[in-house]
């Protein structure tokens, strides 16, 4: 056999390989190898929703579809600051505390001082940027870790958010407000989720095209169009589905959408800007990242403002959806639902590995069984257990993952 008949038979297998089968065999590989993805928590979720749907109707009905989305946006939106300090192997301890103080914010200038709702939000923005800049400042500056700087940020914010309540201890928000309503009951109209609906699978299109046209430029092998148009009909159809089902009762709340639009913006920093690029890299190899002219100080700072400014988020949203500040927000499970959230959804704990999808994976899974066990009238004793238990199950399957991506590349 001539080299131009060898050529063109491994061409044709390369051309075969980027198509469907080529695709699927991929994904097969890169399972085998460890690389798990989002899979545990697709089915994770798959049978949540059997089990709890088996032992009460009511958990698959649309409006209790609903009423889940309206409470997973706020621990959500905590757990999508998380994931920055997770990806560069870090912690933030005080996320729970920093929603509190941030309600507490909000209430104390909205109600008691006065000053208009979009600039109280502004202020506990502004204060959770803040902190997030002190516990980099720690790690820098004196080498404090991030496990104790948290934790001490923890106790403090708790100090400062009983402090700014009072002696009465909540504040009452207006509920005919704007904030209010959003955070309670309002809905998207049908025609316009239908509409958001067909956008991600666009955008997969979008992008996709783009990808191909650079591989192309490059002269790189460019994956198959079907495989392209077969991810982004797929998302369309799931997509669509979900919203349909979801119309049947009172529909998409507009807090979760705004919850997703930021998961969507943060997920494009991570992978397609310099930045993010970045954190992965200080994630993977902290000292090989900086040999590479990384400032690695500065991607620490820049997380952990995330990271904390979202917490502040999530504590507004909380805020906006109870109507009111009080000493109970950002207390009890709040910590470990957002953290959980992370994990659970896909991000290491050991750095280097995740993406902001995992926090909206993540969330869903936490706030399901929370939902299911509270329909089933069960103790909240078992729900911190069940959380346990999914939460150290997360992390054996993380560290298994890593064991066989380090074995499979050694091979």
């Not at 080529?22 to 994770?44: E, K, W």
């Amino acid at each position: 056999m001539s080299d131009t008949q060898k050529f063109d038979r491994a061409d044709s297998r390369v051309r075969e390989d980027t198509g469907l089968a080529g695709a699927a065999r991929a994904f097969v590989d890169r399972v085998r190898s460890g690389d798990l993805g989002m899979i545990p928590v697709i089915l994770g979720l798959i049978v949540i929703a059997v089990v709890f749907t088996s032992l009460n109707p009511v958990f698959m009905r649309p409006q209790n579809l609903t009423n889940l989305l309206f409470d997973a946006a706020a621990v959500g939106l905590i757990s999508l600051g998380v994931v920055f300090c997770l990806l560069l192997g870090e912690i933030d301890l005080s996320i729970g505390s920093m929603s509190g103080v941030a309600s507490a914010i909000l209430g104390v200038l909205w109600v008691s001082v006065g000053i208009p709702w979009p600039l109280a939000i502004l202020a506990a923005l502004a204060a959770g940027a803040f902190t997030g800049l002190v516990y980099a400042a720690l790690l820098n500056r004196f080498g404090m870790p991030s496990f104790v700087s948290t934790l001490a940020g923890l106790l403090a914010l708790l100090g400062l958010q009983l402090f700014l309540l009072g002696n009465s201890g909540s504040i009452n928000l207006p509920f005919q407000s704007f904030l209010i309503r959003f955070g309670q009951i309002l809905v998207m109209p049908g025609w316009l989720s239908y509409l958001l609906a067909l956008v991600p699978g666009l955008v997969i299109f979008v992008f996709g095209m783009q990808t191909r046209s650079e591989r192309a430029a490059a002269n790189l092998s460019v994956p198959a169009m079907s495989v392209l148009v077969a991810k982004a009909a797929s998302l369309t159809a799931v997509i669509l589905i979900a919203v349909w089902y979801l119309n049947q009762g009172r529909g998409v709340p507009y807090m979760f959408v705004f919850f997703v639009l930021l998961v969507t913006g943060m997920e494009y920093i991570l992978t397609r800007t310099q930045f993010g690029r970045s954190i992965f890299a200080v994630g993977g190899n902290r000292e090989a990242a900086r040999r590479a002219g990384i400032k690695v100080e500065r991607i620490r700072i820049y997380a952990f403002m995330i990271c904390s400014t979202f917490a502040a988020a999530g504590g507004i949203l909380a805020a906006s959806r109870l109507a009111s500040a009080s000493r109970q927000a950002g207390t009890g499970d709040v910590n470990l639902n957002a953290i959980a959230a992370a994990v659970i959804g896909g991000t290491s704990l050991f750095g280097g590995r995740g993406s902001a999808w995992s926090a909206l994976l993540g969330v869903l899974v936490i706030q399901a069984i929370s939902n299911g066990l509270t329909l089933l009238n069960l103790s909240s004793s078992l729900r911190y257990m069940i959380l346990g238990a999914v939460l150290a199950l997360a992390v054996i399957v993380d560290s298994l993952a890593r064991q066989s991506r380090a074995s499979h590349g050694r091979a």
